[in-house]
Every structure is written in C-alpha cells, then in structure tokens.
C-alpha cells in the first residue's frame, strides 16, 4: 500500500505542481507515470558523450550577440544521469553541459558554454502523506526547453547527439512536470547568456482511496546577459485530484503567482483555476485535458504626456501617473502520446500565462507541437517536431512573438554504444522589434551513449 501511494502522491503531485508552465497549461495537469525514470536499488549513474560538427545559416532580424550569417563549429556535449529507489524514497539527479566551438566570417572565433543540472526526489512520510522536491538550473545561450534557442539547450540542443528524446530525460529522470516546456526559459528568442534556477515543492495527503489532496510552490529566477529582461517568480497554489478509476482521474486546481522584473518594475499577481482530467487507456497511449482561466493584474508607475499649455507653467513635458493593467484569459491544453510497435506519436497543445521570455514580461503563450519517431531497424531510428509558438505581451512590454520550427533527424547505431547522428532544424521568429529572423542549424557527428553500462553504489 506504501509503494502504491507513493506513485499515487507523486502523480497527484505532478497534477497540480509541475512548473512554471502550469501558470494556466500543462505544467499543472502533468503526466501520470512512473516518477523515476530507471532508479534501482542501487544508486547507478548513467554517462553519455557526444561529438558533433555544426552548421548555421541565420538571415535578417538579429541573432543575439551573433548576428545573422554563416557559422561553422565543433560541439562536445557531455553529461551523466541516474538515480535510487529505496523502500519509501526516490532520487534522480542529471547533469549536462556542452563546449561550442564556433567560427563565422569577420568575427572572432569563440567559445560557448552550457551547463544544466537537476535533482528530483519523491518521499513517503507516512501510508497518506507523501512529498516531492526538484530543483533545475544552469547557465546556457538561448534559455533552456524545446521553444529556446538553438544555440544552446533548445530544441536543436537538446536532440542532436542522442538520435532520439534520450536528453530530455538525462536531467529529468523525476517527472514532475516537462522541464522542457518550464514557461520560464524555454521561450528564448535570441543566444544570449541566460543564468536561472527553478526549484518547486509539494506534498501530497491520501484523504481516501480516490481523493488526494495537495499544496506547494514553485519559485524561479532568470538573468540574461545585455540589456534583457530579467525575471523573479514565485507561485503557490494547491489542487484536489479524485480518481474516477484505476486509470483515470480529474483534478480541481488554484495558483497564484507573484512576478517581478529587475530594474524594470513588479508587483504583477497572477491567478489560475482550472480542471483537468487524465486517463492512461494502455501502458502506451494516454490522454490529458485542462480547461480553466488565469487572471493577471498589476500596478505600475506610467509616463503621460502633459498639456502643452500646462507643460509651459510646469516647465516639464511628462508626468507619471499610476496604472493599473487586468487581463483575463482562458487557459487550456489537450496533450496525446501513443505508442505502437517501432513508432511513437505526441500532439500537444497549451495556452496559459508564462512569466515571459528574453523580450517580453507576463505574456499569454499559445504553443501547439507534433512529435513523430520511428525505429526502421534495431540499428536506425528517426525524428521529427513541428512546433507553433505565439507570445502576447500583457504588462509593459506589449509586443506579440511568432515562432514557428521544424527539427528532425536520424541516427544509425554502429555498435552497442556507438551512434552516427545527424538532426537539423529550421526556425522562423517574427518579432516587430527585431524584425524577421529565417535560418537553419545542423549537427552531424558520434554519440556514445551506453543502454547497459552503469557506474553502481
């Protein structure tokens, strides 16, 4: 019964604690599955390693630091992963970083660095009361998540050098919520330095055999190099999950979320309500439904202009006044994966309240996504994303951000660690400040990434 409310708590808890994607999406609604990626009863760690060339063509607009045009490199990317399961406790922890080696015409060659970690446990105090703690962060160019850039951890980063999802796991082997799709950093639009941490916390209590209760937080900060924008938040919310069935379930959520943006201005709070319900039809197909609402408001200091006639006896041509901004919005996402024989398949799709981006403060974000894989062979497999994303700024900064990618590729296995891996993206980001920006990135090149080789304790 321990063993059976731990996994109960932690999918409870994935269900209303996710993270800062769940300000209004699926962050909140989670997914319902084994909270340990690979944990054993040992304490084993996983290496993998990857060498690749790479190739960018970027045009208009403005790249962050980069600019548009032709860059060539050498990218290694590094890292390990694994994890323990004891009695009434589970542990994951991850870490990735990367070297990018990089030459563009007329510039000077340099080099970027990533790194990421993660760390994630799942503990049963008692037969109804259960906890979770999970903590990501890391310094990387272009943010961190499949709609960051790819100059870094984003889409491109994050498959190429594996062949497949492989690296959304490494760091995440304790699923409480996509660190992929955060809402914090995953929405970068230009490579630039990004320093951030996320840490989110819950607990869980078994009120019955279908009624779980549970209360947490999340907290997050990011800082981005230049002139950017800067981001503090915290949210702290709880939700009630009532299981229909052995596998299916609806819960009733409510966050409230605080937003403060350095050297700009805060006192943004945000809040949600919603419902979500989820049913797992077979080990390998699931379905997952939010439907609710978020709320944003704010006061603030703004600039007015002033009369010119009483500009004259003032001797200024501005005042200031106090503002206060209210959106209110839907908020929802449908999220499908089904697997069968060699293929997989995941449609997704989420509107809700993210914090922001490098451009923009609180913003509303639809994001929808398509995921195909296939494996031809035991030695082939192959990839495919198509990925929408659209970004309205609510509070200061009130521009709307289009992003539309495609990221794919194949790997062949040589040997029983050894892959040739190729994967390519191209990305389109409409942005009226920056312009249109249009490019494509490739890696080609080794990854050695052992299935049944692990450092045991």
Excluded: C
């Excluded at 980069?66 to 004891?86: I, P």
């Amino acid at each position: 019964m321990r063993v059976v409310f731990l996994t109960l708590a932690a999918t409870a808890i994935l269900y209303g604690q996710g993270n800062f994607g769940g300000l209004g999406g699926f962050g909140s609604v989670g997914r319902a599955r084994d909270p340990v990626s690979g944990a054993g009863r040992n304490l084993q760690f996983t290496p993998f390693l990857s060498l690749m060339g790479s190739y960018s063509d970027y045009s208009g607009g403005s790249h962050g630091s980069s600019g548009s045009g032709v860059s060539r490199g050498l990218r290694a990317l590094a890292g390990v992963h694994g994890g323990r399961a004891w009695a009434h406790t589970l542990l994951s922890a991850g870490y990735t970083g990367q070297a990018h080696y990089l030459r563009m015409s007329g510039r000077p060659e340099r080099v970027r660095q990533s790194h990421v970690a993660q760390i994630a446990a799942v503990h049963n105090f008692s037969p109804r009361l259960g906890g979770n703690f999970s903590q990501l962060g890391g310094t990387s160019i272009g943010g961190y998540g499949l709609g960051a850039g790819f100059g870094g951890f984003g889409s491109m980063g994050m498959l190429s050098g594996l062949g497949s999802t492989q690296f959304n796991q490494s760091g995440a082997g304790v699923a409480f919520g996509n660190p992929a799709s955060n809402g914090v950093v995953d929405s970068a639009i230009l490579d630039a330095r990004t320093n951030f941490s996320l840490s989110s916390g819950a607990l869980s209590y078994r009120l019955t055999n279908r009624w779980i209760l549970s209360a947490g937080g999340n907290a997050a900060f990011a800082r981005r190099s230049g002139n950017l924008i800067n981001l503090n938040a915290q949210t702290a919310g709880g939700q009630a999950a009532y299981y229909l069935t052995e596998h299916s379930s609806v819960s009733f959520h409510y966050s409230n979320t605080w937003l403060s943006y350095p050297k700009r201005f805060g006192g943004i709070l945000s809040q949600t309500t919603g419902i979500g319900y989820g049913r797992q039809f077979s080990p390998s197909s699931r379905i997952e439904l939010f439907i609710g609402s978020f709320d944003i408001r704010s006061d603030f200091i703004g600039r007015v202009a002033i009369d010119p006639e009483i500009a004259q006896i003032l001797g200024v041509a501005v005042g200031y006044e106090t503002r206060r901004v209210r959106l209110r919005s839907l908020a929802g996402g449908l999220s499908f994966h089904r697997s069968w024989g060699h293929n997989h398949v995941r449609v997704s799709y989420n509107r809700g309240m993210i914090p922001g981006s490098d451009l923009l403060m609180a913003a509303r974000r639809d994001m929808a996504a398509v995921s195909l894989g296939r494996t031809l062979s035991p030695r082939f497999n192959a990839n495919a994303t198509l990925m929408g994303n659209r970004s309205k700024g609510s509070v200061g900064v009130l521009h709307r951000i289009d992003q539309y990618q495609a990221t794919g590729g194949f790997a062949i296995r040589l040997g029983a660690s050894l892959s040739f891996n190729v994967n390519a993206g191209y990305r389109i980001i409409e942005a009226p400040t920056r312009g249109t920006l249009r490019g494509m990135t490739a890696f080609a090149g080794l990854s050695w990434t052992p299935r049944d080789w692990a450092v045991s304790f």
